[in-house]
């Protein structure tokens, strides 16, 4: 292998591919974002929230990627191969059709292989010749530390302070000072392999050849097809509800039982604005809703995973009157998460700040309680029962909603314009002790029941009697003002009141006019209710499911199937979904979003149960 330096390579085509423009790859500790060029533009190792070392998506000179393309101009078509987590990227040339065959081998944590991150980029000519160009530019820590570059035997090591990975391939490498390159053309049933592993002391770099190569992309397919065999969907939407299942689990932390809410950090809300926040984090609330969507699938593991993740990093804390749980977590657990800006990376599309950590942590959040209960009744329900010490846990939270539930907080949407008494976070603290009741119930487990079913009580009157605006004819977005919010579709989804109560049709007659465009649905309006921030937003996905879910339960069933027809041509080529949806359809905020795949799943499978 030549190590000669080599004229600057310019990437083709646009600085940034549109976020939509991508597939996600993983390993059930972090996952790369591998781009309809070829490109992988986003990928941290060895977990989902550590330093990335590709990240051009956020900054196409500083981040640092893995090119890998055809050479000369080409049409491109992605992929997943069927039922599984293994993505291909198809290039049609004028000679030829080629394709990059991306994964990432889910690796038990058996003897050498516990420490062991690989991702395998693995190129395949299936018709006439077609040459490739690859380039591999890492740049660690965001880009903010240096590396260098030596070869050891066939092995190419970029080595920073803190980080050193290991490529090996199958065709010559050219070697700079801080990146390798190659030029290779393939002719029909040839193949090419790339390996990028994380290396250090526990892990020494090793080769992948073609066998070798083989072997794990029929493991890792195998893996995937033998997990996604456990749903119990039928329905009529199955390819984009397993879709959805799929990238639920790619965003699971294997070693914790962890669930992210999205595997990226600071895409943008809005293109120029200043909603970039980092996803890469445990929220109580959005996993407790994944662990639902999954249980609703037949996926027990999952749950039990985030049950023990549950018990062994998040149990309530005895902090005299302090809430009891943050409303997010690191992926180990961890409770400090600071939020800083990195200045020196110019953002998606120019979209600064780009953000780490996130200062939502130390927020008030009350509706938390609720979507944790609720996902621990049903795992109680479908899955197993709870042991004793759950329960003791789930006894302390309740105790503290029934004294705590009238407090103003942050709410749902994490406003950083000052706390108000948001009607979703009293509904959902009456979730909250509403199915603790049923659960002592259905169990007998000891409770002081009396006081719950007070504390019950009393959430119910005040959302019905300070809750409805007789202005608006509808429920509102907090105690005293005018403004809807789309959080509200919950409300018979949570089945605190009947889909067909006259003040929910009222309120749902109201949501339509006022936040739903084409079934997109805003999760309010930040003119008539200020949220701190800067700048517009686009539809909120899981909003647009929610109300989906909430016309089938009005009886509005054909409304609610064109709904949701229409939501699915928002989703990319490959069924994936951010945050948000802008004006024009194109996908905002981080990608993919678990929210969003959760939603979907649900939306679906009531939709199904409707239409029998």
């Not at 090793?206 to 066998?211: D, K, N």
């Amino acid at each position: 292998m030549a190590e000669t330096p080599f004229a600057e390579y310019t990437r083709p085509g646009p600085r940034y591919l549109p976020i939509a423009e991508h597939g996600l790859i993983g390993d059930l500790r972090s996952v790369a974002l591998v781009g309809t060029n070829g490109t992988i533009d986003w990928y941290c190792c060895p977990s989902f929230d550590s330093p990335s070392v590709f990240a051009a998506v956020l900054d196409a000179e500083r981040g640092g990627s893995f090119e890998l393309a055809a050479a000369v101009p080409a049409r491109t078509k992605q992929f997943y191969f069927p039922d599984t987590n293994v993505l291909i990227t198809r290039f049609f040339t004028e000679d030829g059709v080629g394709e990059v065959q991306d994964f990432m081998p889910v690796t038990t944590d058996g003897p050498g292989e516990a420490g062991r991150h690989r991702l395998i980029r693995r190129v395949v000519c299936v018709r006439g010749t077609v040459p490739f160009r690859a380039q591999i530019a890492p740049r660690f820590d965001y880009g903010a530390v240096p590396h260098t570059l030596r070869t050891v035997g066939g092995t190419v090591l970029f080595e920073s302070a803190e980080r050193s990975l290991a490529l090996t391939s199958t065709v010559t490498l050219e070697c700079d000072a801080r990146d390798a390159r190659a030029d290779f053309k393939l002719g029909e049933g040839e193949t090419a392999v790339f390996a990028l592993d994380q290396v250090g002391e526990a892990v020494a770099p090793r080769g992948c050849a073609r066998m070798e190569a083989e072997h794990e992309f029929n493991a890792t397919v195998a893996y995937w097809r033998h997990w996604l065999h456990q749903s119990r969907y039928r329905g009529r939407w199955r390819e984009m509800v397993h879709r959805s299942a799929l990238t639920l689990k790619l965003l699971t932390y294997a070693p914790t039982g962890a669930i992210v809410a999205a595997p990226t950090t600071s895409l943008p809300e809005q293109l120029g604005g200043e909603r970039n926040w980092d996803y890469r984090y445990v929220w109580v609330r959005d996993a407790a809703f994944a662990v639902y969507a999954l249980l609703r699938l037949g996926f027990t593991g999952e749950a039990e995973a985030f049950m023990r993740f549950l018990t062994t990093h998040v149990s309530p804390c005895d902090a005299d009157g302090a809430a009891p749980l943050q409303i997010m977590y690191g992926i180990d657990g961890r409770t400090e998460l600071p939020e800083r800006e990195l200045p020196h990376l110019e953002g998606h599309q120019g979209s600064a700040p780009v953000r780490v950590g996130n200062a939502a942590a130390d927020q008030l959040q009350l509706d938390i309680y609720g979507a944790l209960i609720d996902s621990i009744y049903l795992y109680d329900k479908w899955a197993q029962p709870i042991s004793s010490e759950q329960w003791d846990n789930v006894c302390q939270l309740v105790d503290w909603v029934c004294f705590h539930w009238d407090q103003p907080d942050e709410g749902v949407w994490e406003t950083r314009g000052g706390r108000k008494n948001f009607l979703y976070s009293r509904l959902m603290c009456w979730v909250a002790i509403e199915r603790a009741i049923r659960l002592a119930n259905r169990r007998g487990l000891p409770a002081d029941l009396p006081r719950w079913g007070q504390a019950r009580d009393t959430i119910y009157r005040r959302i019905m009697d300070r809750g409805w605006s007789q202005r608006r004819g509808a429920f509102v977005q907090y105690e005293g003002g005018d403004v809807l919010d789309a959080s509200l579709l919950m409300m018979p989804l949570a089945k605190f009141v009947a889909p067909t109560d006259p003040k929910w049709l009222s309120t749902l007659d109201a949501l339509g006019e006022d936040l739903v465009s084409d079934s997109l649905v805003y999760r309010y309006d930040p003119q008539a209710s200020p949220d701190g921030l800067r700048g517009d937003e686009g539809t909120f996905s899981i909003c647009s499911f929610w109300y989906v879910e909430a016309l089938v339960r009005a009886g509005r069933v054909d409304e609610a199937r064109l709904a949701f027809e229409k939501m699915l041509t928002y989703a990319n080529h490959l069924g994936l979904y951010a945050e948000e949806i802008g004006r024009t359809g194109e996908q905002q905020g981080n990608f993919p979003q678990a929210f969003t795949h959760l939603s979907l799943i649900s939306a679906a499978f009531n939709l199904d149960r409707a239409l029998g």
